[in-house]
């Protein structure tokens, strides 16, 4: 792990930490010791990559929601940590990617759990961050437990045709490196097969075999200036054939993770078919390390700008912004895998300004990444000086002028089902809940009991305040009202909170018998707890610790198996 933060051009507190990282988890040190030993920046580090849970599940828990909940929770944890300190991502990319590549030694359950894992998150984080070595890596390995006869058929069948390959690629660079002497360009040109995954995907996504794909082999021309590159782009195309609509300029429009370079796709005499990338040295460094090409070091360390941060990588800014109000933490990697596997468009305000959302944004979304309070008080959109409709979709290049009023009565509840982004779900979600507390509460409360009866409980009986103190304490509300009122806005779904209720309803009717209404006639007792319990003789009472019942509450009496009678506040 800390060999490929070397690769990577990471600086000295990054390389310590990932070479401590499985330390807190695996052996006694804590993090105060490292944090003595090594400082705060690098204990942090480390306990950003720590685990938060080893994902023990409870006995009798729903196993499959307990574990996906702590695989949730430990992400969080991590982007968390990555909003203090963005060193922390790269050195759990390293990890994953060494774990990957020792996979082998797992059994296959794990392996695939852990390969869907990283081709949903993983490869795609490492992507949106620009590192694509490590991205191209963690796909491939993915790939190979995933689908391991698409895999193999795919390598064979690439081996099988190597030599022949590697001498059609060489005959192509000398020919453009015989073009491009005459330039005198400090240059350099080398051929690249495209790496297995991207190959699977093509052939899946046009229907294709893998004999009918034939852009597998990329030349990439690097050079000095972005000049240079217009230049050696003009020489191509004017010594060979350009493919019709293969001609893409991420020179002048930058992928969001940073990418630049010049695409085009060219047909030789000879009938072969190549894709030819033309960029700089400095754009194939960030191609090559996204996000660590782009750090400044100060005196030996780093010097992070999140401002700079944030405008290049809109997506961690929207991700850190709604986290905080995201009680559940599978909706935060449900989030997280939106984010980081969408695509972007590029739209225009009417003053020229650059807006970037993701695919299949609409005005909703544009209306409220420019300020809340133009979303709240939208009432209609022109679309290239035309009148649209607020479901509108958005696409590359579009002019969008959101029309306002101040008698606006706020957000309709079908906005949600025409945002996407999640900046806008939060936003409108946060004007609900601010402005309709009651009727969310009410809402709320309607919706939980009608689909308890569906289950077959009545939420009365399902309320008990032990499992409440819980679900309050992990979603931090303060009250059932504010539970019930998170449901009604939208702010958590109903089955988070339901089976959570159930979960702990039937584990109570399990561990406790009720008492028996059979000797309500005989004697009374009084017991040193204060508590006088009719028809039963010395038995033992306790008091329950998530309650705690005083003088003069209500209170309900449980026969336990072993320790007397267990008594809750009603």
Not at 279 to 285: H, I, L, P, S
Not at 424 to 434: N, T
């Amino acid at each position: 792990v800390a060999l490929l933060c070397v690769d990577h051009g990471m600086d000295v507190d990054t390389i310590i930490a990932a070479l401590l990282h499985d330390v807190v988890e695996d052996t006694p040190i804590t993090y105060e010791e490292i944090k003595q030993k090594f400082g705060s920046a690098i204990a942090e580090m480390v306990e950003g990559v720590t685990k938060l849970t080893k994902m023990n599940v409870p006995e009798g828990a729903n196993q499959e929601e307990e574990q996906a909940e702590a695989q949730a929770e430990n992400i969080r944890k991590l982007f968390i940590a990555m909003a203090k300190d963005i060193r922390v991502l790269i050195v759990k990319l390293a990890d994953r990617l060494h774990n990957m590549a020792t996979l082998d030694a797992l059994p296959h359950e794990k392996q695939i759990l852990k390969s869907r894992e990283t081709l949903d998150i993983y490869a795609p984080i490492a992507g949106r961050l620009g590192i694509s070595e490590i991205k191209t890596k963690l796909e491939d390995y993915s790939m190979k437990y995933l689908y391991p006869e698409d895999y193999a058929f795919i390598q064979n069948k690439l081996n099988m045709k190597q030599s022949e390959r590697v001498k059609v690629v060489e005959q192509i660079c000398s020919e453009i490196s015989t073009e491009l002497d005459d330039l005198h360009f400090h240059y350099e040109i080398k051929g690249r097969p495209k790496h297995i995954y991207s190959i699977f995907k093509k052939m899946r996504s046009q229907n294709k075999t893998l004999d009918e794909i034939y852009d597998i082999v990329a030349i990439r021309i690097i050079v000095e200036s972005v000049k240079d590159c217009y230049t050696i782009l003009g020489v191509i195309h004017s010594k060979w054939t350009p493919m019709p609509g293969r001609f893409k300029d991420y020179i002048a429009s930058p992928k969001p993770n940073m990418y630049q370079s010049l695409h085009t796709t060219i047909i030789t005499h000879y009938g072969q078919i190549f894709e030819i990338q033309i960029r700089t040295f400095e754009m194939n460094q960030i191609a090559e390390y996204g996000i660590a090409a782009h750090w400044k070091y100060k005196e030996g360390r780093m010097t992070k700008d999140m401002n700079e941060l944030d405008a290049k990588f809109s997506w961690i800014r929207e991700l850190m912004d709604i986290e905080g109000d995201l009680k559940d933490s599978k909706d935060f990697l449900n989030v997280l895998k939106t984010n980081v596997n969408s695509s972007e468009i590029y739209v225009f305000t009417t003053k020229g300004m650059v807006v970037n959302l993701p695919v299949g944004s609409t005005p909703i979304d544009f209306a409220y990444r420019i300020h809340s309070e133009v979303g709240n008080h939208c009432i209609g959109v022109h679309i290239n000086n035309k009148i649209a409709h607020l479901n509108t979709v958005l696409h590359n290049g579009d002019v969008v002028e959101i029309t306002t009023s101040n008698n606006s009565k706020g957000p309709s509840r079908d906005w949600l089902n025409y945002a996407i982004s999640a900046t806008a779900k939060k936003k409108i979600k946060a004007f609900f809940k601010k402005s309709l507390k009651e009727e969310n509460i009410k809402l709320g409360k309607d919706m939980l009991e009608k689909e308890a009866i569906k289950k077959g409980y009545k939420l009365s009986d399902l309320m008990i305040p032990s499992s409440m103190k819980v679900i309050n304490d992990k979603y931090m509300f303060s009250d059932a009202d504010d539970m019930y009122a998170s449901i009604g806005c939208g702010g958590m779904r109903i089955s988070q909170i339901l089976y959570k209720l159930i979960d702990f309803y039937k584990k109570m009717l399990a561990e406790n018998e009720p008492l028996s209404e059979k000797n309500l006639n005989k004697p009374l007792v009084r017991h040193t707890s204060g508590i006088n319990i009719e028809g039963y003789d010395d038995f033992v009472i306790h008091l329950a610790r998530c309650c705690n019942p005083v003088p003069d509450d209500e209170i309900v009496g449980y026969i336990t198996r072993g320790r007397g009678v267990m008594v809750h506040r009603r």
